[in-house]
């Protein structure tokens, strides 16, 4: 379980808070006067007794649709529809611990201070429940009386109005529950207006707390089974106010855990739970499926229950939780009213996310963390290995934070986020987003504990008025790993081996004849990548959420300069960019070769001459606001893949070809390269996206993997390595405004 810092806590619901309860209230005399109060006159003594009315049922408005259970769904609501419209409370509930009486003149002065009364001076019937109580009290007729049983105002005993008094907070530090109304008690309200002749007053009460009341049930597919480890409450306010409204105040914030119970999980009767009121207000459309946090009100309260769940008895079993909103109904109703039951009593069907937002892996992971030889904690592409989980990153940070000279990035302040693209289908990768705090909060679709669906999407946050402010690449995928590559090249700073990722950056697997080996293509320098062909041959998109439509744009009508180009890629990390002329071929607005931005992917090259083995770039470059490799890789330099061929150089002939098969590649549409005297990797000949007009072409024909420099100082190509049936070119060069696959070098 990885930290949520500002969201909710998914662990340790051990640490509760502690009640509103007499050892809040001060005791204080009678017949003083609190500054300012209004001056005490005749004294006279009441007896007051306070009923305690039936709760109102949550539930009416339930409709006959939003009851019926779906087949595909991973909980049932289980909302219980109400029979009648109030429920009785229990003599337990009804338990009076002590009292706190404030009287308000009729020009809303305070009269004296507020009476503390303790349990010994009230009298309770054992028949009813209800209590009284002998109180002296201003003789004051139509003054205002205000009770409160369990609790008091926090700023009673202060120099206070009736208004004042009014829009006060009781503040709840510990969770109540069924087991302690015996000692807490539940805090209730309760007024009454003075009348000269009355001997006796009568009250009223009111609890001003809901109550939640669940039992959990099981209906799941054959073999599988769901252990329950907890029942709890998150994002109870912290207060409860005096006078009810129509939104909670975030005065005091919320629990994280306001309740939460893991013992005697095996009881038959319900897991109760007493709550101030939580008015987060309705979302319409919603469906008992979706009424879930991905689309709930910020703080909405929710009862979650964690448990295992195993799709057989020789599963291992997934740590899951199942979060469901009390309210008005089943659907897209958020309020939780105070004196107000609400009986939820669900039943555990699954943990299918695709269909039900209700269920997420019991850990959510936090991707900004640092991987092994790596100094960021961000990135421009996050791999998400499990499906039905909830991923999150913070979204204010720009790639890897650093700009081209080394200086911290500015961050920027979304608004919004959406998924731009993804693979194969809408939800097919990406089932839920949300911003929330800064960060990317995402749901990978599929079942909770099942195989994670290999796809690539596009997340992008905006500002207010709908401009992308950044976007990245989530890589849906399993375990990638990494394989050691040797080094034909020496020189300074030029290791023996580099450990490279096994497979191309957004792909699926690195088999022969598999188009889903291709990966993603990238145009030199920019961040955000393009899906590649749809087969081992062609010219049609491998299938996306943006079909055969990905927008088109000519690099003069970028912008001014390069630096303009870089920022519309930014805001238009879909749209490929063409070619500005034919004397730079990129893509970025640089007419002449001095225009160029060589530091982009961050290696610049320095070399001049003939580009070889031993007069090479032997800068390793260092990771940019604009590399496209997840956090621990980067772009790989110029020498990754000198031992392709025999001499470490260009070659078109075919002896000189480090490879295990010589005759493999019009089957296998690309190479299976000897990657050390022993071990082999495959390279897809994956095609390209065409400078001139996006097309894509040359697909299972011919190999094409950028590196991060410049090919030599002052030319216009970039490094990379190149190859097709005829030859294999490790230090070739690379029209920028081409776009390649990339495959990640494990940063060193």
Request: proline residues 4%; contains cysteine; hydrophobic residues 35%.
């Amino acid at each position: 379980m990885k930290n949520l810092s500002k969201l909710i806590l998914f662990v340790c619901f051990g640490i509760l808070f502690a009640a509103c309860n007499n050892d809040n209230l001060d005791t204080t005399d009678p017949n003083g006067n609190g500054e300012g109060s209004v001056s005490n006159g005749p004294k006279v003594t009441k007896t007051f007794s306070f009923s305690i009315p039936e709760m109102a049922s949550a539930g009416l408005d339930i409709s006959r649709a939003e009851l019926e259970e779906d087949a595909d769904e991973a909980i049932s609501f289980g909302m219980q529809p109400a029979t009648r419209a109030t429920v009785a409370a229990t003599t337990a509930e009804k338990t009076i611990k002590n009292l706190y009486i404030m009287q308000f003149d009729a020009a809303g002065k305070i009269l004296g201070k507020g009476q503390s009364i303790p349990a010994s001076d009230i009298k309770v019937d054992n028949t009813t429940g209800n209590a009284s109580v002998d109180i002296t009290i201003d003789e004051a007729t139509g003054s205002k009386l205000y009770v409160f049983a369990n609790c008091q105002p926090l700023n009673a005993n202060t120099d206070t109005t009736e208004a004042k008094m009014k829009a006060d907070s009781i503040q709840i530090t510990t969770a109540i529950t069924a087991d302690d109304l015996a000692t807490k008690g539940l805090p209730m309200m309760g007024t009454a207006t003075l009348a000269s002749s009355a001997s006796s007053i009568n009250v009223p009460m009111s609890f001003l707390v809901a109550k939640i009341s669940t039992k959990v049930s099981t209906s799941l597919p054959s073999g599988a089974s769901f252990t329950l480890t907890g029942v709890g409450i998150v994002d109870a306010p912290k207060h409860i106010y005096i006078t009810s409204s129509a939104t909670t105040s975030t005065k005091g914030g919320y629990h994280s855990s306001y309740a939460y119970t893991t013992t005697n999980l095996t009881r038959t009767d319900p897991f109760v739970f007493y709550v101030p009121e939580n008015k987060a207000g309705t979302v319409a459309g919603l469906t008992s499926k979706t009424k879930s946090w991905w689309d709930a009100p910020e703080h909405a309260m929710r009862l979650r229950i964690n448990g295992t769940y195993k799709k057989n008895a020789s599963d291992a079993g997934v740590a899951v939780y199942y979060e469901l909103y009390p309210g008005a109904n089943s659907a897209t109703d958020f309020n939780v009213a105070r004196n107000t039951v609400y009986t939820i009593n669900p039943t555990v069907k699954g943990t299918n996310v695709s269909s039900d937002l209700r269920v997420w892996a019991n850990a959510l992971v936090n991707l900004n963390v640092k991987a092994s030889g790596s100094t960021d904690t961000s990135a421009n592409s996050y791999i998400a290995q499990d499906a039905g989980t909830a991923y999150h990153f913070d979204a204010t940070i720009k790639g890897n934070g650093k700009n081209m000279d080394g200086s911290v990035a500015a961050k920027h302040t979304p608004v919004s986020v959406e998924v731009l693209w993804e693979t194969t289908s809408s939800q097919f990768v990406i089932r839920k987003t949300k911003l929330f705090g800064g960060h990317v909060y995402f749901l990978t679709a599929g079942s909770v504990g099942g195989d994670i669906r290999q796809g690539n999407a596009l997340i992008a946050v905006k500002d207010s008025a709908g401009n992308i402010l950044w976007s990245w690449h989530i890589w849906s995928t399993d375990a990638i790993g990494v394989e050691p590559y040797t080094i034909r090249a020496t020189g300074t700073g030029i290791p023996s081996t580099l450990n490279m990722m096994k497979r191309n950056l957004g792909a699926a697997n690195n088999n022969t004849a598999d188009h889903n080996a291709f990966g993603l293509l990238y145009q030199w320098g920019r961040k955000d990548p393009f899906v590649g062909a749809n087969g081992v041959s062609g010219s049609t998109y491998a299938e996306s959420t943006m079909g055969q439509n990905w927008p088109v744009k000519a690099s003069a009508d970028t912008g001014a300069d390069a630096n303009a180009s870089v920022a519309f890629a930014i805001k238009n990390p879909t749209t490929f960019i063409t070619q500005i002329n034919t004397t730079t071929y990129d893509w970025v607005n640089a007419p002449t070769v001095d225009k160029q931005l060589n530091k982009l992917w961050g290696n610049a090259s320095t070399v001049t001459g003939s580009i070889t083995v031993s007069n090479l770039n032997k800068e390793k470059g260092t990771k940019t606001l604009y590399d496209p490799c997840p956090i621990g890789y980067k772009v790989p330099p110029q020498y990754t893949w000198t031992y392709f061929t025999t001499t470490g150089n260009n070659s078109s002939n075919i002896d000189e070809f480090n490879v295990t098969n010589k005759t493999s590649f019009a089957t296998d549409h690309g190479w299976r390269f000897n990657r050390t005297p022993s071990n082999s990797t495959f390279y897809p000949a994956a095609g390209y996206r065409h400078r001139d007009g996006g097309a894509l072409t040359n697909v299972g024909t011919n190999g094409d993997y950028y590196g991060s420099s410049s090919f030599a100082s002052g030319n216009i190509y970039a490094g990379f390595l190149n190859f097709n049936a005829g030859y294999v070119n490790p230090l070739h060069s690379a029209i920028r405004g081409d776009a390649f696959p990339v495959r990640c070098v494990q940063e060193f």
